[in-house]
């Protein structure tokens, strides 16, 4: 991993999306030549097991499986929401979409060396672009669940689907016409889909057709500053169900806890003494008497109106940026030790509301989402307090990616199954009734009681302390270890390999999809090599106004995948480069990204029928 302090603001657009009849070809492409989408090996396509379910009910809305990617890295993008579907995600929680969307976020972004810490918060699009992002993600689902070289893979029935809309940060900015015009167009998308649908060609023009899903969200989760009042969050939760008739869950901070309790947990019970937790960030956020008081007020509200509430657990910890990797004074803490705040906020909220919350013990009305360092090991315990769903950010940016959701869900089967049961409710209370034999009031306190006792291992600082591998070689642009790691923890899939051609070193090269990486530093962090990946190798870009709008080398393609210009820089000068580059992009499996015609399909009369399977 490169030391790196800093890097300059960008002049350009972070990300550019690619068009959906560009994703459609590169879907082809992939999977006719390397049997892959996006990367993903199709091992790591999730097939459901017939005999059991597991399902659950987000707000009254199903979905297949309880679990999705966080609002983050993971769920901007058409690709990235693609991903995750193959995977085995079935609640997709957007990322937050705020008013401010031209944000300069300074680089690196992301750091998870050990646990988890970050300096990003919102959407890095446009508010419109947004829009069509997740429409794009919508109607791709639509047709890949119907795409016939998919079946063995996702199975006849891959599941319904949900997509919860994310929205911050104050009543002004989600209350103006950028915002609300968001959440019109993802109640009902018609027009963004009959903008789109000339880009369904070729083999998937069979599709044009289609009479996709509309309403793409009806669902919200709001996030907040840290520090927002509890009449704003108040008044924005009335707002969006008054005006907008939307189903909301208020997204809460561990704060909640109080700074004691916090700085104990995450200083002394596990051991993070190099964490600076920031006393002043609790004095300005919603206390935990007016937060019961909130929660209670906001579902009669929403009842009183004919829609559900819920909470989700928790946003990130705010603290102070000691390590001073990224170059902010503060950054957001999350992985191993947010689980544990997470859980044990969970369960002090029970204690303080019975009878409130829809877990086991407490049997209320008010859904819990919960999204705190959750992976293999923890996921299975996770739900069984009754989360629902539970979502997954750092455990995503490790080595394997969107490759780790699979093993995930086919544990939980496992778990499921030799229980003796075949749903997921039954199975969850079984295990309520096992936490109670045991002398616990729940599932819950069961949890928190392992996770700040004999099983604390995997959130305490001893258990977390294992840096990412590394060799004593300096990373050049043809030539490396070829561990593919660059590949998977990139959340956007901006990289991608290519076999090498006669007399390059290393069995196969990687090169990087300028327009799809915004320099987060994650590809760094693992890369066991000295050098920052997204610098060093072949940078290709399609869009000419980016490439000369930024520096350092790169070659700006034509549709054809043919070189019209490059340029070098100082420390990567190589007269060859050129050539090999375009040699590898001219191999039989060659670049992957494929841009195809887009005239308009012809559509007849009768269109074909959406299952209805997305809610």
Not at 203 to 231: M, R, V
Not at 422 to 433: E, F, Y
Not at 504 to 509: A, K, V
């Amino acid at each position: 991993m490169t030391e790196q302090s800093s890097v300059a603001a960008e002049e350009t657009p972070p990300l550019t999306p690619t068009s959906l009849g560009a994703l459609l070809g590169r879907i082809d492409h992939e999977w006719r030549t390397r049997k892959k989408i996006f990367d993903l090996q199709n091992a790591r396509i999730w097939k459901p097991d017939p005999q059991i379910d597991l399902g659950f009910d987000f707000l009254g809305r199903r979905c297949a499986t309880p679990i999705g990617p966080a609002a983050g890295p993971h769920s901007q993008l058409a690709q990235n929401i693609v991903l995750a579907w193959l995977g085995g995600s079935r609640l997709f929680e957007l990322k937050t979409v705020q008013v401010l969307d031209e944000l300069v976020i300074n680089r690196p972004c992301i750091d998870m060396q050990t646990i988890g810490y970050n300096i990003e918060w919102s959407q890095e699009l446009l508010v419109p672009q947004s829009l069509t992002e997740y429409v794009k993600a919508s109607m791709l689902l639509e047709i890949l669940e119907r795409w016939e070289p998919l079946a063995d893979f996702v199975g006849p029935a891959p599941g319904p689907y949900v997509f919860d809309m994310s929205v911050g940060y104050d009543l002004a900015g989600i209350a103006g016409d950028k915002v609300a015009g968001f959440i019109v167009g993802m109640l009902d998308a018609s027009a963004e889909i009959d903008a789109l649908r000339p880009q369904i060609f070729g083999p998937f023009a069979q599709f044009a057709s289609l009479d996709f899903k509309s309403c793409i969200s009806d669902t919200l989760t709001l996030s907040t500053f840290h520090g927002c009042p509890p009449n704003e969050i108040e008044s924005i939760t009335k707002h969006l169900i008054d005006q907008h008739n939307l189903d909301v869950i208020v997204k809460l901070n561990p704060t909640l806890l109080g700074y004691e309790n916090v700085a104990g947990i995450v200083n002394d019970e596990l051991g993070y003494s190099d964490v600076s937790v920031k006393e002043a960030a609790f004095e300005e956020d919603l206390q935990f008497e007016r937060g019961i008081e909130l929660i209670g007020s906001l579902n009669q509200y929403a009842k009183d109106r004919g829609r559900r509430f819920g909470i989700k657990l928790t946003n990130t910890l705010v603290v102070d940026n000691l390590k001073q990797w990224m170059p902010e004074e503060t950054m957001y803490l999350s992985g191993p030790p947010l689980h544990v705040l997470a859980s044990s906020l969970l369960q002090r909220l029970a204690n303080a509301m019975p009878g409130v919350l829809d877990i086991p013990g407490s049997d209320g009305d008010v859904m819990v989402s919960f999204s705190a360092g959750i992976n293999k090991d923890n996921l299975a315990d996770s739900l069984a307090m009754g989360v629902n769903p539970a979502t997954i950010c750092s455990d995503l940016l490790k080595p394997g990616g969107y490759g780790r959701l699979a093993p995930m869900l086919k544990r939980l089967t496992k778990e499921v199954q030799d229980s003796g049961h075949s749903t997921l409710p039954a199975w969850k209370a079984g295990r309520q009734a096992k936490a109670v034999e045991a002398g616990f009031g729940s599932t819950c306190a069961s949890h928190v009681a392992n996770i700040r006792g004999d099983g604390i291992e995997p959130y305490h600082l001893s258990g977390n302390q294992k840096l990412p591998r590394e060799v004593d070689n300096k990373l050049e642009m043809f030539g490396c270890v070829a561990c593919n790691l660059c590949i998977t923890v990139c959340p956007n899939d901006a990289f991608f390999n290519i076999k090498s051609i006669e007399g390059m070193e290393g069995r196969q090269q990687y090169l990087l999809l300028a327009e799809l990486c915004n320099e987060c530093g994650n590809c760094m962090t693992f890369c066991p090599e000295d050098g920052d990946p997204a610098m060093i190798k072949p940078r290709l870009y399609q869009d000419r106004s980016l490439f000369e709008g930024r520096t350092g080398q790169g070659f700006l393609l034509d549709d054809s995948g043919t070189i019209v210009e490059s340029r070098s820089d100082n420390e990567s000068d190589n007269q060859d480069a050129p050539a090999l580059v375009q040699a590898l992009l001219s191999s039989e499996v060659g670049l992957p990204l494929k841009v195809a015609p887009t005239a308009p399909p012809t559509v007849g009369p009768d269109k074909a029928k959406s299952s209805g399977s997305a809610e």
